[in-house]
């Protein structure tokens, strides 16, 4: 997890409330400012800012918001604390 949030957010009690997947914690890897360490890598080493470009040409934008049925089925599979929501209604998680 990088920048700030992931800097700073308690892995454990993130898994706990469900922000985060129920895995194990060496799962998680928090890396701090990847974004600056990436820039710094790319002014100071031509063949890391290389293998950006690279990596850069292989991505390909997706609008997730789009399909109407993205937002139930986000909401359907996250939840927070004890309660998801199912068919537009809050249910227990047990």
């Known amino acids: 997890m990088a920048g ?10 993130a898994v ?4 985060l997947p129920s895995l194990p914690l060496a799962r998680f890897q928090q890396v701090g400012n990847a974004a600056g ?8 080493s031509l ?4 293998e950006a470009q690279a990596i850069a040409s292989r991505v390909h934008y ?3 918001a ?6 139930p089925t986000f909401l ?13 209604k809050r249910e227990g998680i047990d």
């Open 4 to 13: 700030a949030f992931g800097t700073y957010i308690d892995v454990s009690s």
């Open 16 to 19: 706990t409330i469900g922000l």
């Open 37 to 44: 360490m990436g820039a710094k890598l790319a002014l100071i």
């Open 47 to 50: 063949n890391k800012r290389a």
């Open 62 to 64: 997706i609008e997730l």
């Open 66 to 71: 789009s399909p109407p049925d993205f937002m």
């Open 76 to 88: 359907e599979t996250g939840y927070l604390g004890r309660y998801r929501m199912r068919h537009n």
